[in-house]
Structure formats: C-alpha cells, structure tokens
C-alpha cells in the first residue's frame, strides 16, 4: 500500500479552485484546478482531511495573495519531493521578489553560479515545469527571454492573472524585455 497524503481544496475568484496536499505535517503540494502535475505529483493516496492544521498556514498566505497583499516569502512550511537539481531550481524560484519576473536562461545563470557548474535553461524549464507547489513556489513569475509568457501548468490566463495580481504589467513585458530592461527580479516590472 502507497503512502498516504492529506488534501483539501482553496477556492480563489481570480483562478479558481487549487488542490492543496499535506503528509500531516507541512504542506507538499498545491495545484490548479486542471493542472496536468496532480496526478503525478500526490504521492499515493489522497485522502480528503478539510481540518487538518497543516492546511492552515497555506489557506491564511494563499488569502492575503489572493487579496492582493505581498504575503511572507517564503510561503508556509511546505517540502517536494524531487531530485537535488529540481530542488535547487524550486528554491531558486523562491528568491524571486513579489511582483518580479524572471527568465529561464537568467535562473540557469543563477543556479549555475549557486552550483558551482554550468547549467542550461532547459533544464532549468524541466524543473520549473515540476513544482508541485503553485503560487507558493512562484513559478508564474518565469517568463522566456523575449518576454512572452510561456508553457504553464495552469495555462497562460492564470499565468497572466497571477502576474497582473502581483503589478506586473504584463502588456508592457515584451516591450520592456526587448529593451533589455532588466530581468531577474527587477524591480522595473513592480506596481509603481
């Protein structure tokens, strides 16, 4: 028999429902509605438990996000399973600021420096395409190099909705990018 996960869901009117999971302790996943990760990211059995304390600092973050406050970063006490570099990626994810956007070739460069090896964008869009933490592990925040918004798991009008939530003029972002304004956390790109 499979490890068992605790889950519940969190009702939002800007992107819907998410699915969050605990292991009873801290919080392991958070996923949209129609995510293609949930499936594969809940380890073993799901099991429906809308009281358990751990869903309680997730629900209170996801709240004041959701209501357009910059909530604590990091969020609430959370771990994902996945390898040393998926790991790395997530917590890079982390260091990048409310409001901010990134690249996948500028978190590379990053981990690269952090790691202590070159590593490719790639890669790096391998690992951010995994989270299993939505919204909490900003992965909304990655954008490609010319600015556009790409591949996401909740698909590109979330994507867009979470950036807008955050000030991020998202209709400016190519134009901004394509001037080399500066990415990687920029503050170019915050509510003004």
Known sequence: MGQTSFCTTFETELI?????????????GCWFEHDRNLERGAAGEL?????????????DWLARYFAGEKPASPGPAHRADGTEFQRAVWAELERVP???????????????????????ARAVGGAVGRNRLCVIVPC???VGADGTLTGFAGGLDV??????????????????????????????????
């Open 47 to 59: 099991v429906r438990d809308d009281a358990l304390a751990a869903f309680a600092p997730a629900r």
């Open 98 to 120: 409310y409001g901010c956007v990134t690249s996948y070739g500028a978190l590379a460069r990053r981990l690269g420096e952090r790691l202590g090896r070159q590593t490719s």
């Open 16 to 28: 819907g429902r998410l699915t969050l999971a605990s292991d009873g302790e801290v919080l392991t």
């Open 159 to 192: 994507k867009r909705r979470l950036l807008e939530l955050e000030g991020v003029d998202v209709c400016r972002l190519c134009d901004l990018l394509a001037g080399r304004a500066a990415l990687g956390g920029a503050p170019a790109l915050n509510r003004q």
């Open 140 to 142: 909304h925040r990655v």
